[in-house]
Protein backbone atom coordinates (compact mmCIF):
# COMPACT_ATOMS: atom_id res chain seq x y z
CA UNK A 1 0.00 0.00 0.00
CA UNK A 2 1.09 3.61 -1.10
CA UNK A 3 1.54 5.96 1.42
CA UNK A 4 -1.14 8.12 -0.22
CA UNK A 5 -3.62 4.65 -0.36
CA UNK A 6 -2.86 4.32 3.17
CA UNK A 7 -4.37 8.16 4.44
CA UNK A 8 -7.56 6.75 5.50
CA UNK A 9 -5.75 4.59 8.14
CA UNK A 10 -5.70 5.53 11.30
CA UNK A 11 -1.82 4.14 11.73
CA UNK A 12 -0.54 5.85 9.20
CA UNK A 13 -1.20 8.96 11.12
CA UNK A 14 -0.38 8.20 14.00
CA UNK A 15 3.03 6.89 12.71
CA UNK A 16 3.42 9.92 10.87
CA UNK A 17 2.41 12.46 13.83
CA UNK A 18 4.67 10.57 15.74
CA UNK A 19 7.73 11.79 13.36
CA UNK A 20 6.53 15.58 13.22
CA UNK A 21 4.26 16.49 16.04
CA UNK A 22 5.49 20.52 15.14
CA UNK A 23 2.55 22.79 13.65
CA UNK A 24 1.22 21.69 10.34
CA UNK A 25 -1.20 23.35 7.97
CA UNK A 26 -2.31 21.78 4.94
CA UNK A 27 -3.13 23.76 2.05
CA UNK A 28 -3.98 27.35 3.52
CA UNK A 29 -3.58 29.24 7.03
CA UNK A 30 -6.24 31.01 8.66
CA UNK A 31 -4.60 34.18 7.86
CA UNK A 32 -5.51 33.66 4.19
CA UNK A 33 -9.10 32.24 4.70
CA UNK A 34 -10.13 34.41 7.31
CA UNK A 35 -12.02 37.18 4.84
CA UNK A 36 -13.89 34.19 3.68
CA UNK A 37 -14.81 32.48 7.15
CA UNK A 38 -16.13 36.00 8.15
CA UNK A 39 -18.29 36.02 5.34
CA UNK A 40 -19.78 32.64 6.36
CA UNK A 41 -19.37 32.31 10.08
CA UNK A 42 -19.92 35.37 12.48
CA UNK A 43 -17.26 36.26 14.57
CA UNK A 44 -19.92 36.80 17.39
CA UNK A 45 -21.55 33.04 17.37
CA UNK A 46 -21.56 31.32 20.43
CA UNK A 47 -22.75 27.94 18.65
CA UNK A 48 -19.87 25.00 18.54
CA UNK A 49 -17.79 25.05 15.08
CA UNK A 50 -16.37 21.57 14.05
CA UNK A 51 -12.94 21.41 12.40
CA UNK A 52 -12.84 17.87 11.01
CA UNK A 53 -9.08 16.03 10.40
CA UNK A 54 -7.30 18.60 12.28
CA UNK A 55 -4.05 16.56 12.84
CA UNK A 56 -1.56 19.60 14.24
CA UNK A 57 -2.45 22.64 12.97
CA UNK A 58 -2.53 26.21 14.44
CA UNK A 59 -5.59 27.15 12.31
CA UNK A 60 -8.15 26.47 15.31
CA UNK A 61 -5.77 28.78 17.39
CA UNK A 62 -5.88 31.51 15.13
CA UNK A 63 -10.01 31.04 14.98
CA UNK A 64 -9.64 31.35 18.91
CA UNK A 65 -7.37 34.36 18.79
CA UNK A 66 -9.84 36.34 15.89
CA UNK A 67 -12.86 35.69 18.36
CA UNK A 68 -14.47 32.53 18.08
CA UNK A 69 -15.91 31.41 20.95
CA UNK A 70 -16.26 27.84 20.95
CA UNK A 71 -14.28 25.31 18.04
CA UNK A 72 -14.10 21.49 18.27
CA UNK A 73 -11.17 19.67 16.55
CA UNK A 74 -11.07 15.96 15.74
CA UNK A 75 -9.08 13.64 13.71
CA UNK A 76 -8.33 10.30 13.98
CA UNK A 77 -4.94 10.10 15.08
CA UNK A 78 -4.47 9.75 18.86
CA UNK A 79 -1.01 10.86 18.61
CA UNK A 80 -2.36 14.13 16.98
CA UNK A 81 -4.72 14.90 19.36
CA UNK A 82 -2.85 13.89 22.60
CA UNK A 83 -0.21 16.11 21.44
CA UNK A 84 -2.90 18.97 20.69
CA UNK A 85 -4.46 18.70 24.02
CA UNK A 86 -1.02 18.93 25.47
CA UNK A 87 -0.81 22.32 23.55
CA UNK A 88 -3.38 23.97 24.32
CA UNK A 89 -4.73 22.54 27.74
CA UNK A 90 -4.96 26.55 28.77
CA UNK A 91 -7.26 27.37 25.73
CA UNK A 92 -10.78 26.12 26.98
CA UNK A 93 -12.79 27.32 24.14
CA UNK A 94 -10.36 24.35 21.83
CA UNK A 95 -11.61 20.76 22.30
CA UNK A 96 -9.53 18.00 21.09
CA UNK A 97 -11.12 15.01 20.52
CA UNK A 98 -10.25 11.22 18.42
CA UNK A 99 -12.74 10.84 16.71
CA UNK A 100 -13.34 9.17 12.80
CA UNK A 101 -15.12 11.86 10.56
CA UNK A 102 -16.88 8.44 8.84
CA UNK A 103 -18.98 8.30 12.09
CA UNK A 104 -19.22 10.69 14.37
CA UNK A 105 -22.04 9.04 16.44
CA UNK A 106 -20.78 10.93 19.45
CA UNK A 107 -22.39 14.01 18.20
CA UNK A 108 -26.07 14.64 18.18
CA UNK A 109 -27.52 15.83 14.83
CA UNK A 110 -27.74 19.58 14.13
CA UNK A 111 -24.86 20.62 16.87
CA UNK A 112 -22.73 22.46 14.97
CA UNK A 113 -23.35 26.12 12.87
CA UNK A 114 -20.09 25.02 10.89
CA UNK A 115 -18.00 22.39 9.62
CA UNK A 116 -14.13 22.94 7.94
CA UNK A 117 -12.36 20.86 6.09
CA UNK A 118 -9.14 21.13 4.85
CA UNK A 119 -7.93 18.04 2.97
CA UNK A 120 -9.95 15.76 4.99
CA UNK A 121 -12.00 14.70 2.37
CA UNK A 122 -9.22 14.53 0.06
CA UNK A 123 -7.21 12.16 2.00
CA UNK A 124 -10.08 9.75 2.37
CA UNK A 125 -10.57 10.29 -1.91
CA UNK A 126 -6.90 8.84 -2.46
CA UNK A 127 -7.23 5.77 0.26
CA UNK A 128 -8.89 1.96 0.02
CA UNK A 129 -12.46 2.60 -0.83
CA UNK A 130 -12.12 5.73 -1.91
CA UNK A 131 -15.54 6.72 -2.76
CA UNK A 132 -17.73 4.72 0.04
CA UNK A 133 -15.60 6.62 2.54
CA UNK A 134 -15.84 9.82 1.47
CA UNK A 135 -19.69 9.39 1.01
CA UNK A 136 -19.95 8.36 4.38
CA UNK A 137 -17.67 11.69 5.81
CA UNK A 138 -20.62 13.46 3.48
CA UNK A 139 -23.24 12.34 5.09
CA UNK A 140 -22.34 12.60 8.63
CA UNK A 141 -20.77 16.44 7.95
CA UNK A 142 -24.65 16.67 6.72
CA UNK A 143 -25.90 15.09 9.70
CA UNK A 144 -23.90 16.96 12.49
CA UNK A 145 -24.65 20.08 10.72
CA UNK A 146 -27.66 23.13 11.91
CA UNK A 147 -30.54 23.94 9.74
CA UNK A 148 -28.20 26.83 7.43
CA UNK A 149 -24.95 25.47 8.84
CA UNK A 150 -22.12 25.65 6.27
CA UNK A 151 -19.75 22.80 5.23
CA UNK A 152 -16.28 24.57 4.13
CA UNK A 153 -14.26 22.43 2.00
CA UNK A 154 -10.90 23.61 0.86
CA UNK A 155 -9.40 21.19 -1.68
CA UNK A 156 -7.26 20.48 -4.61
CA UNK A 157 -10.72 18.84 -6.40
CA UNK A 158 -12.17 20.96 -9.38
CA UNK A 159 -15.67 20.75 -9.71
CA UNK A 160 -15.71 18.17 -12.40
CA UNK A 161 -14.06 16.26 -9.50
CA UNK A 162 -15.72 17.18 -6.68
CA UNK A 163 -19.30 18.77 -7.37
CA UNK A 164 -21.31 15.20 -8.53
CA UNK A 165 -19.69 13.98 -5.31
CA UNK A 166 -20.96 16.83 -2.83
CA UNK A 167 -24.54 16.53 -4.72
CA UNK A 168 -24.97 13.20 -4.23
CA UNK A 169 -27.74 12.49 -1.86
CA UNK A 170 -27.42 15.91 -0.37
CA UNK A 171 -29.66 18.94 -1.09
CA UNK A 172 -27.58 21.77 0.11
CA UNK A 173 -26.93 24.74 -2.37
CA UNK A 174 -23.26 24.99 -2.83
CA UNK A 175 -21.37 28.28 -3.73
CA UNK A 176 -17.72 28.25 -5.03
CA UNK A 177 -14.25 30.13 -4.08
CA UNK A 178 -10.81 29.69 -5.40
CA UNK A 179 -7.27 30.98 -3.76
CA UNK A 180 -3.82 30.30 -5.21
CA UNK A 181 -1.45 28.11 -3.52
CA UNK A 182 0.90 30.68 -2.73
CA UNK A 183 -1.67 33.08 -1.48
CA UNK A 184 -0.60 33.58 1.97
CA UNK A 185 -2.39 35.68 3.39
CA UNK A 186 -5.22 38.31 2.80
CA UNK A 187 -2.53 40.89 2.79
CA UNK A 188 -4.32 43.83 0.91
CA UNK A 189 -8.40 44.81 0.40
CA UNK A 190 -8.40 43.50 -3.38
CA UNK A 191 -7.27 40.01 -2.64
CA UNK A 192 -9.77 39.52 0.34
CA UNK A 193 -12.57 41.03 -2.56
CA UNK A 194 -11.66 38.24 -4.29
CA UNK A 195 -11.70 35.53 -2.35
CA UNK A 196 -14.79 36.55 -1.04
CA UNK A 197 -16.31 36.72 -4.51
CA UNK A 198 -18.11 33.91 -5.25
CA UNK A 199 -17.11 32.14 -9.15
CA UNK A 200 -20.29 31.06 -11.22
CA UNK A 201 -20.99 27.17 -10.98
CA UNK A 202 -22.12 26.55 -14.77
CA UNK A 203 -20.99 24.08 -17.20
CA UNK A 204 -17.97 26.09 -18.72
CA UNK A 205 -16.76 26.52 -15.22
CA UNK A 206 -17.44 22.29 -14.57
CA UNK A 207 -15.44 21.34 -17.61
CA UNK A 208 -12.56 23.94 -17.47
CA UNK A 209 -11.61 24.58 -14.05
CA UNK A 210 -9.42 21.81 -13.71
CA UNK A 211 -6.73 22.95 -15.92
CA UNK A 212 -6.13 25.50 -13.05
CA UNK A 213 -3.69 23.47 -10.93
CA UNK A 214 -2.14 26.66 -9.01
CA UNK A 215 -5.81 26.83 -6.72
CA UNK A 216 -7.31 25.49 -3.89
CA UNK A 217 -11.12 25.11 -4.32
CA UNK A 218 -13.34 26.21 -1.60
CA UNK A 219 -16.63 24.48 -1.89
CA UNK A 220 -18.94 26.25 0.56
CA UNK A 221 -22.18 23.79 1.20
CA UNK A 222 -25.09 25.57 2.82
CA UNK A 223 -27.77 23.17 4.67
CA UNK A 224 -30.70 23.43 3.61
CA UNK A 225 -33.07 24.23 6.64
CA UNK A 226 -36.56 23.04 4.84
CA UNK A 227 -35.52 19.80 4.89
CA UNK A 228 -34.84 19.79 8.94
CA UNK A 229 -37.98 21.48 9.36
CA UNK A 230 -39.66 18.80 6.75
CA UNK A 231 -37.82 16.15 9.31
CA UNK A 232 -38.99 17.91 12.35
CA UNK A 233 -42.80 17.98 11.45
CA UNK A 234 -42.74 14.04 9.85
CA UNK A 235 -40.94 13.21 13.74
CA UNK A 236 -43.77 15.48 15.50
CA UNK A 237 -46.75 14.91 13.74
Given at each position: ?????A??????W?K???????????????????????????Q????????????????????????????????I????????????????????????????????????????????????????????????????????L????????????????????????????????????????????????????????????????????????????????????????????
Amino acid sequence: MSSTQAYGEEWYWDKRYEQESGPFDWYQKYSSLSPLLHLYIPQSTTTSLLVVGCGTSAFSESMVDDGYENVVNIDISSVAIQTMRQRYSNRPQLKYIKMDVRDMSAFQSDSFVAVIDKGTLDSLLCGHKSRENAAKMLVEVDRVLKANGVYILVTYGAPNYRLHLLREGHSWSIKLHVIGKAFLEASSEHQAQELTSPVPLNDETSLTAGKTPDVHYIYVCIKDDSRVRLGSKLSNP
